[in-house]
């Protein structure tokens, strides 16, 4: 698929924090796309892109609470101004993380219910029951919010040590998602799936 030609001109910011570690598969993932992606430091000036990207990864050392010192990074300010001006934001597991630390996404991410890290392929929906098989990997992966919120993804089943259904909320605009499975870990012949690739063009096809 000629994914240059449904999204020309597009770009693409890959926003880097210490400690983050997906970031490289994250551009990975765009250049096979053939989408213009770039990386972002989050000390430097956030340039205009049509698409931000908060890889997965420990940030800080997930110090604290993971995500809690990134939301604090000074390209998060500009972020939050993007978004909020309606550009596209996508947060990766750590990255979904800092949107909620950040109060860019409403709720916040706690422990497995197993206290494990969990690494392994799953079954995740949407809404319309359209199924993906992607990674996830993580120890704070348990989704929670006080009020009703705006469903992305949800785990096609319940597994044992992850007591959820959610696995991805956008917010009430729909230009920002955030999920906890790995969508640039599933697009290559020896990645679990290619499934990665379309969640990512849904989104970027998404009004």
């Known amino acids: 698929m ?54 997965g990864g420990f940030s800080y050392g997930d110090y604290m609470r993971s995500g809690a010192l990134a939301s604090y990074s000074p390209a998060m300010s500009a972020i939050k101004q993007y978004a909020a001006d309606g550009r596209k ?28 890290f969990i690494c392994q392929s799953i079954m995740i929906k949407n809404l319309s029951h359209q199924h993906y098989f ?3 990997a993580n120890k704070d992966g348990k989704y929670y919010s006080e ?21 991805g909320i956008y917010n009430d605009a729909g230009n920002v998602l955030g999920m906890m499975p790995h969508p640039e870990r599933a697009f290559a012949p020896y990645h679990c799936s290619d499934d990665g690739v379309k969640i990512v063009t849904d989104f970027l096809n998404k009004d």
């Open 2 to 55: 000629n994914y240059k030609r449904m999204f020309p001109s597009y770009k693409i910011g890959v926003v880097v924090f210490p400690g983050s570690n997906c970031d490289a598969e994250t551009v990975k993932l765009f250049e096979y796309m053939e989408l213009d992606v770039q990386r972002i430091w989050h000390k430097d000036p956030v340039p205009k892109c049509d698409l931000y990207v908060l890889p």
């Open 89 to 116: 934001v996508l947060g990766i597991c750590n990255g979904f993380q800092i949107l909620c630390e950040s109060g860019i996404l409403p709720g916040t991410l706690t422990r497995n219910d197993s206290n494990q």
């Open 134 to 136: 992607i990674p996830i």
């Open 147 to 167: 009020h009703e919120v705006n469903i992305a993804y949800k785990y096609a089943y319940l597994f044992v040590g992850l007591e959820t259904e959610i696995a």
